[in-house]
């Protein structure tokens, strides 16, 4: 183990077995220097050291994981858009959209206000800043969220969050109020979120996150004695299925590297690709920890029981046969991609 891992090992460990959401502020708050020293921005030839980051903090919990995967895709989308992030404050990015979804940006551009809800902010109250997309005007706005509390411009809606998983990110409503919005609050301009060559960079982050999830899983049975020969077929394939993400993880950050500003246009398919293997993979896995296991993780063990739950809902993010039919609609369109495998 290196010098760095070490340390991103003892950052770790303060976290304790049942996180409350201030633990999860703490910890997080306590890895931004190391984030800041040690993790490396995407496609600038160490895109792996990122993944690889973020494929740890998972392994060892996934709430903590999927707030920090937050807080280094809003700092990247800051970095690409010429507007330096501040390397003390945990930020966030929501861009959800959907029929809940009702935020809008009124009034002429120096007097603009923010009103309607957002749903899915993941880290609600723990995070000091939001970068948050409007699709009423396909914006991108900042918003400074200790401020904006403070002063009674928003509203937290904790009650709509049903599940247990993830239940101490504080994955609210958030309902804004009037909030003040100027110039200097928009990242990007019109629809720059979704054009930018980052957009398609970003998308492999999640998916360290869901392998280092699903590893940590492998890890528990990895610690026990297993009692037959079913049980150590199943660890077997479940290893072999963690080396399989990881090599998929090196070669996608080997492909944004290549090519970081995505002019081949292929970097979207080539994410579509990993993640849906990752997917796929996690799955196996779940199902496999409890064939070997039975049912006793899942009810008497908080730790295993808190990650399976969490590995369903976040591997959700991948948009199954919705991402496969895109896919798919871009592989008749681009006969040479993938064509000599």
């Excluded at 959401?21 to 050291?49: F, K």
């Excluded at 973020?54 to 990247?76: F, K, N, P, Y």
């Excluded at 798919?328 to 991609?337: A, D, I, P, R, T």
């Amino acid at each position: 183990m290196s010098t760095d891992d070490h340390k991103l090992t003892h950052l770790l460990a303060d976290l304790p077995e049942s996180p409350t959401a201030g633990d999860y502020r703490l910890v997080a708050q306590n890895l931004l220097p190391y984030i800041h020293e040690h993790v490396p921005p995407m496609g600038e030839g160490h895109s792996i050291t990122r993944l690889r980051f973020l494929t740890m903090v998972a392994r060892r919990d996934l709430s903590l994981a999927r707030l920090i995967e937050g807080h280094l895709d809003a700092t990247q989308i800051l970095r690409e858009a010429q507007k330096p992030a501040d390397s003390t404050k945990l930020y966030a990015i929501w861009a959800s959209g959907g029929p809940s979804d009702s935020t809008v940006i009124t009034g002429e551009p120096a007097v603009a206000k923010l009103n309607g809800s957002k749903s899915f902010c993941s880290g609600s109250d723990i995070v000091d800043r939001a970068l948050l997309y409007v699709y009423e005007s396909n914006q991108l706005i900042d918003v400074d969220m200790r401020t904006a509390a403070a002063r009674n411009y928003l509203q937290f809606e904790e009650g709509q969050w049903k599940s247990a998983a993830f239940s101490e990110t504080h994955t609210w409503t958030v309902a804004f109020d009037d909030l003040p919005i100027t110039p200097d609050n928009h990242v990007g301009g019109y629809k720059w979120y979704f054009d930018r060559p980052g957009f398609c960079l970003g998308a492999l982050a999640p998916a360290a996150c869901w392998a280092g999830g699903a590893m940590g899983l492998v890890d528990a049975v990895r610690d026990r004695t297993l009692k037959d020969g079913h049980a150590r077929a199943h660890l077997g394939a479940m290893v072999t299925s963690g080396c399989s993400m990881q090599s998929l993880l090196k070669w996608g950050a080997e492909q944004i590297d290549a090519d970081p500003d995505n002019t081949s246009g292929s970097m979207f398919p080539t994410a579509l690709v990993i993640r849906h293997h990752i997917e796929r993979n996690c799955t196996d896995i779940l199902d496999r920890f409890g064939r070997t296991l039975g049912p006793r993780p899942f009810v008497f063990e908080t730790d295993n029981a808190r990650r399976i739950a969490e590995l369903n809902v976040y591997i959700r993010q991948c948009h199954a046969e919705r991402d496969l039919e895109e896919l798919g609609s871009y592989l008749e369109q681009h006969h040479q991609f993938l064509s000599g495998w």
